[in-house]
């Protein structure tokens, strides 16, 4: 295995040198990622590389500076939760409003303001589990001593609450048609920490990457990217 690794370390040093396209380029992105950003870069880069291949992940919490620092990823959009600063290099990226919401017709949505913690945590909170592999991965706005189910993806998140069956945070930008619509409404929930997240741009230190990854590394790191 040693042998092997050393091989491929090799090879993509000569890439790099050579100034030869990589044949992957594997990219982690948190499940609150506003995704046309990142696909428009994508875009720009299959259109220069057609040739390369392009693995897009989602992960979510720390889940993404776990599969950079597990080389499962070469570069990563994601919050600071994991981060160790010796291993990985990080960017600004981008900011996700996150807003707790129920359905219209919820129980929670007609509770008053601010709602009382002993009837929010008498409804499901509908969360997104971490993908990190580690026991210990942190939580997010998670109220302690409530009914909680957890789901791996934004979208069975919405559409669970969306269905009445519980309440959450969900990023702004994924329920802005539900909430001007009235099929959602925003609940007032002091318990919650992070009412915005701070996105980063992600990658290793140190090694060899070769010409498609540091490009899409400035690319996402460039002002446009999160606007």
Known sequence: AAVIAE????????????????????????????????LAVLRRAQARHPSVRIELRTERLAGVADALAEERADLGIGTSLGLEQARLESAPYTKVRVIPAARADHPLATAG????????????????RDSALADDAPSLNVLA?????????????RDL??????????????VAGELARG?????AVPEFEVDEMELFVLRRRGGTRGPVARSLWRALRAPTASS
């Open 7 to 38: 091989t491929d370390a090799l090879a993509s040093f000569g890439r790099e040198l050579a100034g030869v396209a990589e044949p992957i380029v594997r990219l982690a992105i948190d499940a609150v990622t506003p995704l046309e950003p990142v």
């Open 113 to 128: 303001r601010p709602i009382p913690p002993a009837l929010l945590r008498a409804h499901p909170q509908i969360v997104l």
């Open 145 to 157: 001593g409530g009914v909680r189910w957890s789901v791996t993806d934004v979208g069975s998140k």
């Open 161 to 174: 609450i969306a269905a009445g069956m519980g309440w959450g945070g969900l990023p702004a930008h994924v």
């Open 183 to 187: 099929e959602l409404v925003p609940l």
